[in-house]
């Protein structure tokens, strides 16, 4: 599977997915027009991509609205499945959190942060 976000400030949405949930960026992919995807291995043969518009464009007037993934229709979270859901946790201290690191039951346990649009990203880790 893909999924690909447009952001508003590029160089945070790479550096939030790649450092702070430590996804491994492949690479960047010119397509048509002048974008340009940057691409990260998702685990499982998934890619998770973030397009780069053109110099001088602006991003999309329409945005999904901030806050719980609950509180809109359509697309409203991605998951990761994740090794080290603390050090993630730790690596996102100052942002916005919808829920915290929490065991659901024995072996699994979720939270959900917010990237810097506002997209909740669900982490997931079991053991």
Same mark, same amino acid.
């Given at each position: 599977?893909?999924?690909?976000?447009?952001?508003?400030?590029?160089?945070? %949405?790479? /550096? @939030?997915? !790649?450092?702070?949930?430590? =996804?491994?960026?492949? &690479?960047? =992919?010119?397509?048509?027009?002048?974008?340009? =995807?940057?691409?990260?291995?998702? &685990?499982? &043969?998934?890619?998770?991509?973030?397009?780069?518009?053109?110099? $001088? %464009?602006?991003?999309?007037?329409?945005? /999904?609205?901030? $806050?719980? @993934?609950?509180?809109? #229709?359509?697309? !409203?979270?991605? #998951? @990761? *499945?994740?090794?080290?859901?603390?050090?993630?946790? *730790?690596?996102?201290?100052?942002?916005?959190?919808?829920?915290?690191?929490?065991?659901?039951?024995?072996? =699994?346990?979720?939270?959900?942060?917010? *990237?810097? *649009?506002?997209?909740?990203?669900?982490?997931?880790?079991?053991?």
């Amino acid at each position: 599977m893909q999924v690909g976000i447009v952001p508003n400030e590029l160089e945070l %949405s790479i /550096s @939030f997915y !790649r450092d702070r949930i430590g =996804l491994p960026y492949t &690479g960047a =992919l010119p397509v048509i027009e002048g974008r340009v =995807l940057h691409m990260f291995d998702a &685990g499982g &043969g998934g890619v998770f991509k973030i397009m780069e518009l053109p110099a $001088g %464009s602006r991003p999309p007037a329409e945005q /999904s609205p901030p $806050g719980p @993934f609950t509180a809109a #229709t359509g697309i !409203r979270w991605i #998951t @990761f *499945d994740v090794d080290d859901i603390d050090g993630i946790a *730790d690596r996102c201290h100052e942002c916005t959190w919808q829920m915290p690191v929490t065991e659901l039951r024995p072996g =699994l346990r979720v939270a959900v942060v917010e *990237d810097p *649009d506002g997209n909740a990203v669900e982490l997931v880790e079991r053991r």
